[in-house]
């Protein structure tokens, strides 16, 4: 099995693309940053809730029943 060691040059080339390609790409990336700091701060805002809920349970003491 021979490798060919020799590739044209048209395969590693590369488009330019014009501003209207440039500008799709950029909003996709902002998207992209925006959904997950979206994510991220659903997830904080949940722990939040979590550990406040927690720290309530833990300050009510259960009192004794009192037994006439």
Do not use: H, W, Y
Not at 50 to 63: D, E, S
């Amino acid at each position: 099995m021979a490798l060919n060691t020799r590739m044209r040059f048209n395969e590693f080339a590369t488009q330019t693309k014009t501003p209207e390609q440039l500008r799709i790409d950029s909003l996709k990336a902002a998207k992209d940053k925006a959904g997950k700091s979206l994510a991220a701060e659903r997830q904080r805002q949940q722990v939040a809730k979590a550990q406040k809920q927690l720290n309530v349970a833990r300050q009510i003491k259960p009192t004794k029943p009192t037994v006439p």
